[in-house]
């Protein structure tokens, strides 16, 4: 299947710091990838829509000035945390669909794990 | 606003015996439904999952779909310890790439 990465896999913060996480396509071009934050026992929820040389969508709750995205290239999409807190400390996954599969199937990157002290 | 819910939430089992996982769906388009297994880190692709009635099968895996009840469920069959993981069932609408995470079912599948 496709590859998607992510970088970094483990980041520590200070508290008012920002972070940013890179999620690549290495194989396949996309024009759109997903952000999940994850807590622990939780499923993935849905931040937003990332889509290549136009503003992402954002779901409802999710502040888009905290969580900035930019997805200005067809492999990569960035999500800043901005001002972290103790409280964005989570997992965050990305994906990106292959609009040459056939399937509607995502692709995961590894994802990222975040602690704000 | 689309609802995925899945069954049971946890479930501890032996090396050996055969487990099976639901998923049910509430979905105002439905086009797909999508089977994930979570590790420590990002979930993998298992099945997808798009007409009524088809199993779809890997190894001793094999998930089928009903879209009259809105229901799907995941067969693991002689289950091993490395079957432990969290699975994920996704939905997936007609319109956009977006998908609905039910809160997935923790599976501890002990020696």
């Known amino acids: 299947g496709a590859v998607v990465s992510q970088h970094p896999s483990r980041v520590i913060c200070k508290s008012g710091t920002s972070v940013k996480i890179e999620c690549r396509s290495l194989d396949f071009q996309a024009t759109t990838m997903f952000w999940y934050r994850q807590f622990p026992k939780q499923s993935l929820m849905l931040m937003a829509t990332?889509?290549?040389?136009?503003?992402?969508?954002?779901e409802q709750g999710v502040e888009k000035d905290k969580f900035l995205i930019n997805h200005a290239s067809l492999t990569l999409s960035t999500l800043t945390v901005t001002s972290a807190h103790p409280e964005d400390s989570s997992f965050y996954i990305c994906?990106?669909?292959?609009?040459?599969?056939?399937?509607?199937?995502?692709?995961f990157g590894p994802g990222t794990r975040l602690t704000v002290l | 606003e689309d609802k995925v819910v899945q069954s049971p939430l946890s479930l501890v089992v032996h090396e050996g015996d055969t487990v099976t996982l639901n998923c049910s769906y509430e979905v105002t388009n439905f086009r797909s439904l999508l089977w994930y297994k979570q590790e420590k880190k990002a979930p993998t692709f298992l099945f997808m999952l798009?007409?009524?009635?088809i199993e779809k099968k890997s190894g001793r895996l094999s998930s089928i779909l009903d879209k009259k009840e809105l229901f799907s469920i995941l067969n693991i069959t002689a289950t091993q310890t490395g079957d432990s993981a969290v699975y994920l069932c996704a939905v997936k609408e007609t319109s956009g790439s977006r998908l609905t995470f039910g809160e997935g079912t923790q599976l501890t599948v002990n020696p």
């Open positions: 994906s990106a669909r292959d609009p040459g599969a056939r399937t509607d199937t995502q692709y």
């Open positions: 990332s889509n290549e040389g136009s503003k992402a969508t954002y």
């Open positions: 798009t007409s009524s009635g």
